[in-house]
């Protein structure tokens, strides 16, 4: 019996936002682990997005929405890899930003837990979509804050933004607030991190010494 599956325009979306989402963090885990160079890299971030995307598993189960679930799976998988190389690579006390990295983790991991225990998975998701700002935000920091950007890559942030906008589809048309609050201050956040990068990389030389910042 010949079976025709059709595809509806939302469903394409979340196929396209799964993947991209799934693939966000893995050009910078990828380029890391290849370089060494963890030069803008917030380990905070990587720690926090780590715990995060735990959590939309967890949300994804809770709500039954399966869609979100592989992005989380890969995800975690992604941001465990660029934190243990951030501690590795590290040229500051291990120790600290070990303890700095556990300590947002722990700190981030309660309040959808609290939430959740209040107001159920709606409040739960509210309050995710709302910490995806806060996941970024340390990269954010750290990428401006840096004179050198090098160990960023720009291709996780491109992926970020597309992602964003994608669940923000997604989330319209699910009317799930949880996710729409994602796409919002996914978009903002990820946009913060390209005008950085795009407005004043610095110029390497011919023998790869950063020389000069690129014109803004």
Avoid: C
Avoid at 37 to 51: F, L, N, P
Avoid at 113 to 136: H, T
Wanted: hydrophobic share 60%; glycine share 8%.
């Amino acid at each position: 019996m010949l079976l025709v599956v059709l595809f509806s325009p939302i469903t394409a979306v979340v196929i396209a936002a799964t993947a991209l989402g799934g693939a966000m963090a893995v050009p910078q885990a990828t380029k890391i682990v290849r370089t060494g160079r963890i030069d803008g890299i917030s380990g905070v971030w990587a720690a926090i997005s780590t715990t995060v995307n735990a959590w939309w598993g967890v949300y994804a189960i809770g709500v039954a929405d399966w869609a979100i679930f592989p992005v989380s799976a890969i995800s975690v998988t992604a941001y465990l890899v660029i934190a243990v190389a951030v501690l590795r690579h590290t040229h500051r006390s291990r120790l600290r930003v070990a303890a700095a990295m556990v300590a947002a983790s722990i700190a981030i991991a309660s309040v959808p837990l609290l939430a959740l225990a209040i107001g159920g998975w709606v409040a739960a998701g509210l309050v995710l979509g709302a910490l995806y700002g806060i996941q970024l935000a340390p990269a954010v920091v750290a990428v401006y804050r840096a004179h050198d950007v090098s160990g960023v890559s720009a291709a996780t942030w491109v992926l970020a933004w597309a992602e964003a906008v994608l669940w923000g589809v997604y989330g319209f048309a699910r009317v799930d607030a949880g996710i729409v609050a994602l796409a919002v201050t996914g978009t903002a956040m990820s946009s913060l991190v390209l005008v950085r990068l795009f407005a004043r990389r610095p110029r390497r030389s011919a023998d790869g010494i950063a020389t000069a910042f690129a014109p803004a």
